[in-house]
């Protein structure tokens, strides 16, 4: 099987933490391609429907891995997304986890609109780490990194970091 030339990234983490602008971010430092999965969801119906409790689309991961099969066997993504279970696991060479403090990311959402149950099942959902835990189960550790995104210098750290390793990746290493 040919190797991919470029790495494929996955960012994710709660609701919030900062996974599209931190991607949007990259994608203009290293011109690899940004996968929004919500907005690939809604654009290419990848999805069963509207979630009226959950207040969103239930996406339908099958659709949404058959279609991204190609690119991410061509290598050069970052894939953007609040869960990370249902990837293949040799799509990515990295697995970025950004996590937020509670008060901030309770501003950031309160911000955005979110209330009630939305909002505290996003925090509690920070509190635990799901998102660490679910990229700790889903894929080797040692590619797996946390990364604090509280503020702009944090993100600014961030973009730094990863693209310095996009640059030195070595697709036989
Ligand atoms: N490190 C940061 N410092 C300051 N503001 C940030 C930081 N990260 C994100 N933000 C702000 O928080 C908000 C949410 O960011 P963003 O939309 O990137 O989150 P997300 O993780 O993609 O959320 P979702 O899962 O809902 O798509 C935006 O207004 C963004 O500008
Ligand atoms: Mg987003």
């Given amino acids: 099987m040919a190797q991919r030339k470029k790495p494929n990234i996955l960012i994710t983490g709660t ?11 990259l994608e203009a430092a290293t011109q690899l391609r940004h996968i929004n999965i919500g907005d690939l969801v809604k654009e290419k119906n990848l999805h069963d429907g509207w979630d009226d409790e959950l207040d969103c689309y239930i996406i339908n991961e099958d659709l949404v891995c058959d279609e991204l099969e190609d690119l991410m066997e061509e290598g050069g993504n970052i894939v953007d997304y609040h869960g990370c279970d249902f990837f293949p696991e040799r799509w990515f060479d990295r697995v970025v986890v950004l996590q937020t403090d509670n008060e901030v990311l309770y ?16 925090i509690e959902c920070e509190i635990f780490q799901v998102l660490l835990e679910e ?13 604090t ?12 970091t990863l693209a310095d390793w996009i640059r030195s990746w070595n697709p036989t290493s």
């Fill in 135 to 147: 990229a700790k189960k889903s894929y080797r550790e040692d590619i797996v990194v946390a990364l």
């Fill in 149 to 160: 995104s509280n503020a702009i210098v944090d993100m600014n750290t961030n973009l730094a």
């Fill in 15 to 25: 609701p919030g933490t900062g996974k599209t602008v931190t991607a949007s971010g």
């Fill in 107 to 122: 501003d950031r959402l309160h911000g955005r609109g979110y209330t009630g149950a939305k909002l505290t099942n996003n």
